[in-house]
């Protein structure tokens, strides 16, 4: 290919993502608006409410959990059970001590051994799910805490909405470059790729997003699709449960959890490493819709600021610099609406999406070479 046919191809391929770019950003633009966000309410939630901790090695996080759940307010019938999955660390022993001897409060123990076909997390959501009583199910990660009037007011947004499962999305703590750069994504991804509205009715499995971290749902509703058994051997068990609960007629989706809660989900790169190679390798689908997924992200993201700095064509250069700037622009939208940091975090995006990118391939590695563990345990 000569050098004009290729200066061509380059100024396409291009104004191709640098436009993509500009149209997802609007769409985060929107979505930021439409965005289901809780709200403070006057009135107590009458309803028995549920909330569920898996808990395996949580002994720096459990406690301050436990503590904050159980000063909720706004809920008149709250129980909150923690089930030690085998943990080989304080973890139940914290969990007791934060609760100081409340009476909502609840210990289950687990066990090392999981039965045949079932992974540790959703094993200990359906352990949690069977003694609960409430008509509320809320499961709460081990590295979250929320807000006091966090959960109330989120479980009355769920009603108010006819919604059978809302995930209010905690705002992300981070740590370190890695963690700063990446972490970010999670709700950078849903409010620029995903239509929330039309996804909360959706059938389409991949109009789906949940969250683990904090996940509220209808007790019936619940059981109706089986609860985590449905999803038993899924490692993306969260997203799973949405899509089923929507498969089955029901309908909800990720809402605002900016002022609900807050999660640092990783206090080294080598854990956020080891968490995203756990389960990116599943989240497209298979290797060639990764493949497509990760090819789309470059081409709208990496591309246009490459070219912005090295093309040789003026025209060229300030299409790149156009989508350079659509892609910092809406990044900076999902950092302001869901408490992130904006600068200089949003300019150093295309490095994000090449991290990303670097993170999929390190997680279908290790699921080809059977490396990927979690908590101690071996995923098949």
Not at 73 to 91: F, K, P, Q
Not at 147 to 172: F, H, K, T
């Amino acid at each position: 290919m000569d050098r004009t046919r290729l200066g061509q191809v380059a100024r396409a391929a291009t104004m191709t993502g640098s436009l993509m770019a500009v149209a997802a950003t609007a769409h985060s633009a929107y979505n930021a608006r439409v965005l289901r966000t809780p709200s403070p309410r006057s009135e107590a939630v009458t309803e028995t409410i549920s909330v569920l901790i898996p808990a395996r090695n949580e002994a720096d996080n459990i406690g301050a959990c436990v503590a904050a759940v159980l000063k909720s307010t706004g809920i008149t019938d709250l129980e909150v059970i923690v089930l030690n999955d085998g943990s080989t660390d304080r973890t139940a022993e914290l969990a007791i001590q934060a609760a100081h001897g409340d009476p909502r409060f609840q210990l289950l123990d687990g066990q090392e051994e999981l039965p045949d076909g079932w992974l540790g997390k959703a094993w200990a959501c359906n352990r949690l799910a069977h003694v609960a009583r409430g008509s509320v199910l809320v499961f709460v990660d081990a590295d979250v805490v929320v807000a006091a009037d966090g959960i109330a007011n989120s479980v009355a947004l769920m009603r108010e909405c006819d919604l059978a499962v809302a995930c209010p999305y905690p705002m992300q703590q981070t740590t370190g470059p890695l963690t700063r750069i990446v972490q970010p994504l999670l709700q950078w991804s849903w409010l620029t790729l995903l239509p929330l509205r039309l996804a909360e009715t959706s059938k389409q499995p991949s109009l789906t997003a949940g969250n683990g971290q904090l996940l509220i749902i209808d007790a019936d509703e619940y059981a109706s699709i089986g609860g985590h058994e449905s999803v038993r051997d899924t490692v993306l068990e969260d997203v799973a449960l949405v899509r089923n609960i929507k498969s089955a007629g029901g309908r909800g989706g990720v809402v605002d959890g900016t002022d609900v809660a807050r999660c640092q989900m990783y206090a080294t790169s080598g854990d956020l490493i080891d968490g995203y190679s756990k389960s990116l390798w599943t989240a497209f689908g298979s290797p060639a819709g990764s493949i497509g997924a990760v090819a789309m992200l470059n081409l709208m993201y990496v591309l246009p600021p490459v070219a912005a700095l090295t093309s040789r064509s003026t025209a060229t250069r300030l299409w790149g610099a156009l989508g350079y700037a659509a892609g910092v622009t809406g990044r900076a939208i999902a950092a302001e609406r869901t408490g992130g940091r904006t600068v200089p975090d949003a300019f150093a995006h295309p490095v994000s999406i090449m991290a990303f990118s670097a993170l999929v391939g390190e997680s279908w590695r290790r699921h080809r070479n059977g490396t990927i563990s979690w908590r101690g345990r071996g995923l098949p």
